[in-house]
Nanobody
Framework: QVQLVESGGGEVQPGGSLRLSCAASGSIFNIYAMGWHRQAPGKQRELVASISSVGGTRYVDSVKGRFIISREDANNTVYLQMNNLKPEDTAVYYC????????????WGQGTQVTVSS
C-alpha cells in the first residue's frame, strides 16, 4: 500500500491557476486508478478527477474544461492542473488510489488547502 503526499495548494485570486502534485511512496504503475478529491467546509468529499492506469480520465462536471489530471509513472506522481479557479473550488484537496476495478478509493494523503479568494 503506497503512501501519498499532496502539495501545491495555496491561495489564489479567481481566474488564477494552481498545480497540485501527489507523490507516491511506491510504484503507481499497476494501480487501477488515481483520483483527486476535495472537501469544502460543511460539505461531503467529492471526486473531482480520476485517471486510470492506461491514461483514461474522468472529471466532475463542475471542473470540466478547467482542470486537467495527469500522471508520471516514472516519478510515481499524479498532478492536477487547475485553471480559471473559482471561489467554489476552495477546499482541501486529497489524492487517493483505487487499487482495482470496483474497489473504493483509499490510501488517502493528508490533503492540501486550496483557497480562491479576491
Amino acid at each position: 500500500q503506497v503512501q501519498l503526499v499532496e502539495s501545491g495548494g495555496g491561495e489564489v485570486q479567481p481566474g488564477g491557476s494552481l498545480r497540485l502534485s501527489c507523490a507516491a511512496s511506491g510504484s503507481i504503475f499497476n494501480i487501477y486508478a488515481m483520483g483527486w478529491h476535495r472537501q469544502a467546509p460543511g460539505k461531503q468529499r467529492e471526486l473531482v478527477a480520476s485517471i486510470s492506469s492506461v491514461g483514461g480520465t474522468r472529471y466532475v462536471d463542475s471542473v470540466k474544461g478547467r482542470f486537467i489530471i495527469s500522471r508520471e509513472d516514472a516519478n510515481n506522481t499524479v498532478y492536477l492542473q487547475m485553471n480559471n479557479l473559482k471561489p467554489e473550488d476552495t477546499a482541501v484537496y486529497y489524492c487517493a488510489t483505487r487499487p482495482r476495478l470496483g474497489a473504493p478509493f483509499g490510501s488517502w494523503g493528508q490533503g492540501t488547502q486550496v483557497t480562491v479568494s479576491s
